[in-house]
């Protein structure tokens, strides 16, 4: 006589939990051999022992529990096994490449955030950098509803587009119009990007290889003025000799309980 086991005694060996083996019966992917009719109780065989170990093997590929009980009760032949093996590889190859994605967007803040710390905030240095690549945006008029509906294209456009962009914003400022009449003008918007993506040299924009006069700076971004003041200042004092256009660069932006902006960002600008 064939052995009988209780649901309670399949759950044990196969370490599955009572209610997932009650949601295969409901959903007919694996039914009891056995129901006594009088107490209704519902019992296994051991030919169920090799359903539930295809059923967990499947699983850990990632099949559906409707892809499984097609395996199941239509013997699938060996080649179509094998297409749905392919297919599932070939999500698992997706998925991968998003957490990989997720993991160097993760990466590269924690390294601006480290390099931010170390090289202090609120203070001014002069270190060397190597040439940045950024695309390149005509989005110039800063601190309006209009700046901030293209801004949110331009990142969506950029998603589109480069799906691994690090989403780094940054801009120009005019260097003589900030020292002629204390105003920042913004000329250029732009966002960073990874070396392996390419991207057209009309959108490209490069801030090369250089030493920069530098100010890292955890603030409200409308609140940037007196970064520059306190750059200009310094350039004064020191009789420090620059070349081109103020850079002023964001790695990220947060939101505190008081509904207050804060983002961490470096003002730069090239020493001769």
Not at 124 to 129: D, H
Not at 140 to 167: C, G, H, M, P, Q
Not at 226 to 238: D, G, L, Q, S, W
Request: aromatic residues 12%; contains cysteine.
């Amino acid at each position: 006589m064939e052995s009988k086991f209780s649901i309670g005694e399949i759950a044990k060996i196969h370490n599955v939990s009572v209610q997932t083996l009650r949601h295969y019966d409901k959903i007919g992917l694996l039914t009891p051999s056995y129901i006594n009719k009088e107490t209704g109780y519902r019992y296994y065989s051991s030919k169920d022992f090799v359903i539930i170990d295809l059923i967990k093997q499947c699983k850990s590929m990632g099949l559906s529990l409707d892809e499984i009980k097609d395996i199941i009760h239509n013997y699938t032949s060996l080649d179509s096994i094998l297409d749905i093996m392919k297919k599932q590889k070939d999500i698992i190859d997706k998925k991968i490449n998003e957490l990989n994605t997720i993991k160097n967007n993760i990466s590269f803040l924690e390294k601006r955030i480290n390099e931010s710390l170390e090289e202090g905030i609120n203070v001014i240095f002069i270190k060397e950098y190597p040439k940045r690549e950024f695309i390149k945006y005509n989005n110039t008029n800063r601190f309006t509803v209009e700046f901030e509906i293209n801004l949110s294209k331009a990142l969506a456009d950029a998603e589109r587009k480069y799906n691994n962009f690090n989403k780094e914003l940054a801009f120009v400022t005019s260097f003589n119009d900030f020292r002629r009449d204390d105003k920042t003008i913004y000329k250029a918007m732009m966002l960073s990007f990874t070396d392996m993506i390419s991207i057209d040299e009309k959108e490209k924009f490069i801030i090369p290889k250089g030493k920069y006069l530098t100010i890292n700076f955890d603030d409200d971004y409308k609140d940037t003025k007196k970064y520059y003041t306190k750059i200009m200042n310094y350039i004064r004092e020191n009789n420090i000799k620059v070349k081109g256009d103020f850079y002023e660069i964001y790695a990220m932006t947060r939101v505190g309980n008081d509904g207050r902006e804060k983002s961490l960002g470096k003002l730069q600008i090239e020493v001769l």
